[in-house]
């Protein structure tokens, strides 16, 4: 089986956000970059599932500038045996959204014919949580989001999904998209020798003209802003001044 | 000349972060407050390669360069300066084994001291003989097949813990100095080993320094690491690369200061405004920033000239050494005075990076002694005209 993994280059999770002075966008200039967390975990499950003997082959794809080509070798590093990156350029490789990554991916999962392709459920820096649906929407392949665990039997899979209030299951026909959620799995961290070895793992390079996809953004955005400071707390004396805060400060019951 | 970092160093410098963050950085705490010495994740540091940076690739080891060496364990100490201190010695240790032991000795240790199996220990201090460590008496006398080793090494990081001390003693007469000591590789349960007790320290808590005497402890001649009355020189070798070890460790240690200095001068406030709004302390903080960036970049072109097989690099190591361990503890105690009281309690990890960072400026030679071997080439030919 073979298992395509899409893995994106984000703003490292340990880093200070810091908001441009313009508000244009959050300021990236000499900002640590690293794999978004999410897509870890599903390069993680995809090595985990060659290394039981399910997969025979696992391939890393990201869609973003020359750089992502460093979170490329880390899933080469990892297990993946090779990578694909659709580059974009500079200029407009921020704005690339969820729904051409999609058709980027769509394309690549038609080339590569995976039996699954294992996506993170969002991606740190824009949150959007779309992509792997919009993928299955495009593919017309089955879908199993925020998978809380994932089991190959035969030509079907079982993902666990992590849904409000509990789990559910559900059976899926291969191939299918999966998205990972936080409890999947515990990635691993690359090993030195595994990081001399990616390098002479295959990594082919590709265009959206190439691929016939349009990725210029359709949307615009208008302003970024940082969250309000948190103010200090105040002890209350009684519950009945609790209760008249709730009312007349914060106005959440009435 | 170019200054950039490569993307394979890139991805170097990117595992040892990940790693250290996964390993290190929420432990070193714990392992510095009851002195615990980590060999299960130092295990783990083996399996992920840490343990083999600069051994040849012939040899089972990584081969990276000494640069890499040093942009690593920069990483790594960002976590934990001293478990990653002890990481360094045990490279230098295994390194000394890999280019002068036989391939027999080399089979039957270097495969294990690399998973981190086997830990070692490097043993040339002496309770007699420290800064001249040419002077040392431990003796090792043949005995047909056999060396018979006597005598007592002093300050012996990870002693008792470890399986392989690597042993510089003397093989020649009481006034051989410097030419009459060998190195040999000593299984460190060998008959006859006895250790001290651990060394109640100021810093390096995560690693145990130990006494360990000898007594008429035998050891089988094809255990010798090069040649007799080569060891001293094996020895300095082998400091060469531990001094730049041991001041990455220095540099890791500053910038995680420094680092911590800049968000808390921008988190507090006094007076009704942040502390980072007083020119003073952003002043305080520019200059941390530029010594270190000196210090760095002191580290590193050291490290390039040990690469390079450069004669005057032992020169430029001790004054990488001398001039970065310097710093990276001024910088770790400028933090520590930023951060107020608050510096000084161990709630926060300024007062364990001045603890850790301190003994950079005694140990693999005092700072003392780098000004010494400094001086012994600026005084010789041709050093100082090669410096510009
Ligand atoms: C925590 C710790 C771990 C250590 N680990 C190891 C280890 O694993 N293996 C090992 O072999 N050793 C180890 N050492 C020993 C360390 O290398 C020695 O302590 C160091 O070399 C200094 O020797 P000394 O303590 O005998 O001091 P001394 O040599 O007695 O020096 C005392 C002072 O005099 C100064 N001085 C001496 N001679 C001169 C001179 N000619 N000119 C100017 N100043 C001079 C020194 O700089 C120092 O300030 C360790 C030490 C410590 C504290």
Redesign the pocket.
Known sequence: MKILVAVKRVIDYNVKIRVKPDNSDVDLTNVKMAMNPFCEIAVEEAVRLKERGVASEVVAVTVGPKAAQEQLRTALALGADRAIHINTSAETDEKVESLAVAKLLQKVVEEEQPQLVILGKQAIDTDNNQTGQMLAALTGLPQGTFASEVKVEGDKLQVTREIDGGLQTVALSLPAIVTTDLRLNEPRYAKLPDIMKAKKKPLATQTPAELGVEVASKVTLLKVESPAERQGGIKVGSVDELVEKLKNEAKVIS | MDFSLSDDQKALQQAAADFTRAEFAENAARWDAESYFPVDVIKRAGEAGFLSIYIPEEHGGLGLSRLDAALIFEQLSQGCISTTAYLT?HNMASWMIAMWGSEALREQWLPRLISGELLA?????????????ASLRTKAVRQGDEYVLSGS???????GETDVLVV?ARTGGPDSGAGGISTFLVPADSAGIEYGKN?D?M??KS?P?RLVSFDEVSVPAANRLGEEGEGFKL?MKGLDGGRLNIASCSLGAAQQALTLSRDYLMGRKQFGRELASFQALQFKLADMATELTAARWMVRQAAWRLDQGDPEATAHCAMAKRFATDVGFQVCNEALQLHGGYGYIKEYPLERLVRDTR?HQ????????M??IVARRLLADGMIESLQ
């Open positions: 010695i220990s490097y043993c040339l201090t002496e309770p007699g003989s420290g800064s001249d460590a090494k002093m300050f012996i990081s990870g002693a510089m060394e320290k810093g390096w690693q320094t020895a003994v005694i140990l693999e030679g005092t700072n003392e002694i000004r010494v």
